[in-house]
């Protein structure tokens, strides 16, 4: 896991430079100066091949390294990028000015599917109701001051099964208290890894993709429940893949990263 911030800078720096080496030549390209193309593509030929082979590798470190399950927008970008570098390379030295605009703006819609997470380039729409100082509008997680309300304790001995002295229902809450929440822990532990560490990391603090650092979030149980469910900004809403349940176990788990 620790090595997924690395391969992901990497594979960023390594990107940029290729983008901005390609748009560089494009920009010779179609404005007709074919000697100075000619020239810088003479020159840094085994630079741009470096690149390319670079982001094939850096993307695939990505990909190995990834913490928890890859979303399927991940794959469909990798294949358009596997199909428009050698595109982009050949469009390049045969100077095929359509060649090198049509796979431009498949770079440019491969950077969109990035940055939005959604193949469609549409971020999730903001909820209904998703407004207040409990669910503040705003990219990536949203703050929220707890309230003691929200996250109020359930006198578990007080809805003990009826029939039961005071002393016992009181032992049966101190030991339900004792071993639901870890395992509740343990189960949230395990989704957030498999749904949620893509972007956030296993510590919360990876912030890819706009994701908050959860260690400095203040929202209360009740509002990362929201958060799980319906989704904000570039966040998505589980309410369709994961039970209330299993959200409560996120949003819980979640909490204790810090």
Not at 41 to 56: E, F, K, M, N, P
Request: proline residues 5%.
């Amino acid at each position: 896991m620790a090595a997924f911030p690395f391969f992901l800078r990497l594979h960023l720096v390594v990107v940029l430079a290729f983008l901005l080496f390609y748009l560089l030549k494009a920009g010779l390209l179609l404005s007709g100066r074919l000697d100075m193309l000619r020239t810088l593509r003479a020159r840094t030929r085994i630079v741009d091949s470096g690149l390319g082979l670079l982001i094939l590798a850096s993307g695939g470190a990505l990909l190995a390294t990834l913490p928890g399950s890859v979303p399927g927008w991940v794959w469909v970008k990798l294949g358009l990028v596997l199909v428009l570098l050698p595109l982009a390379i050949a469009a390049m030295r045969r100077q095929q000015k359509l060649g090198v605009v049509l796979t431009l703006l498949g770079f440019v819609y491969v950077y969109g599917v990035s940055e939005t997470g959604s193949l469609a380039l549409q971020k999730p729409a903001v909820p209904d109701g998703a407004t207040g100082p409990a669910y503040a509008s705003g990219p990536g997680l949203a703050e929220a001051t707890a309230t003691p309300e929200a996250d109020a304790p359930v006198d578990t001995a007080a809805h003990a099964a009826p029939g039961l002295s005071a002393a016992e229902a009181a032992t049966l809450a101190a030991a339900t208290e004792a071993t639901e929440p870890a395992e509740a822990l343990a189960a949230g532990k395990t989704l957030f890894l498999q749904r949620c560490a893509v972007c956030h990391g296993p510590d919360g603090k990876l912030g890819l993709n706009g994701a908050h650092d959860l260690t400095k979030s203040n929202l209360n149980t009740a509002g990362r429940v929201y958060m799980v469910t319906n989704g904000l900004g570039k966040m998505p809403g589980f309410k369709d893949q994961l039970t209330e349940e299993q959200i409560r176990q996120v949003a819980e788990y979640s909490l204790t990263l810090k």
